[in-house]
């Protein structure tokens, strides 16, 4: 009887509200180029125009080759909450300097890299999304 009383306590404290919006995320690619051709080792910040969302909710994506990229919020590859985003974009060339890795000044146009700056944004839907390339001049 005990036993059955604390499975039912433990099922009725489970039962709680559903999760909060930014709690869900949806499988989200694209495609970044500077100057029409794609940027591989770009790193993608997308801040969400919802100021709701906690700041502990940044999506985030880095590119690879061809300048593809997945974006992810908690897990790799989980994507993005649905809503509308600025979206950043930074690259650091990496060189090696006395047997040390350094990491060279953004080579992208400053613009780019800040959210009060940026003019790229991107909406994410429910369901898996295609985002349109991002084209960087």
Same mark, same amino acid.
Request: charged share 25%; proline share 7%.
């Given at each position: ?8 306590? #433990? ?13 869900? #995320?949806? !499988?989200?690619?694209? %495609? ?6 794609? /940027? ?10 919802? +100021? ?6 940044? !999506? +985030?994506? *880095? ?7 997945? %974006? ?13 985003? +600025?979206?950043?974009? %930074? ?8 047997? #040390? /890795? ?6 992208? !146009?400053?613009?780019?890299? *800040? ?6 944004? %991107? ?10 390339? /991002?084209?960087?001049?």
């Amino acid at each position: 009887m005990l036993i059955g009383g604390l499975l039912l306590l #433990t099922g009725l404290v489970g039962c709680g509200k559903g999760k909060d919006p930014w709690e869900v #995320t949806h !499988p989200a690619t694209g %495609v970044v180029n500077f100057k029409g051709r794609p /940027i591989v080792d770009a790193e993608l910040t997308f801040f969400p125009e919802d +100021k709701s969302a906690p700041d502990s909710v940044r !999506p +985030k994506a *880095k590119s690879t080759a061809g300048g593809k990229f997945e %974006v992810w919020t908690y897990v790799q590859g989980d994507g993005a909450p649905a809503g509308n985003y +600025k979206v950043t974009v %930074v690259h650091n060339e990496v060189a090696v300097s006395k047997d #040390t /890795i350094v990491a060279k000044p953004n080579d992208l !146009p400053e613009k780019f890299s *800040k959210r009060d700056t940026t003019d790229i944004q %991107v909406q994410i839907v429910a369901g898996k999304n295609e985002i349109p390339s /991002i084209d960087i001049k």
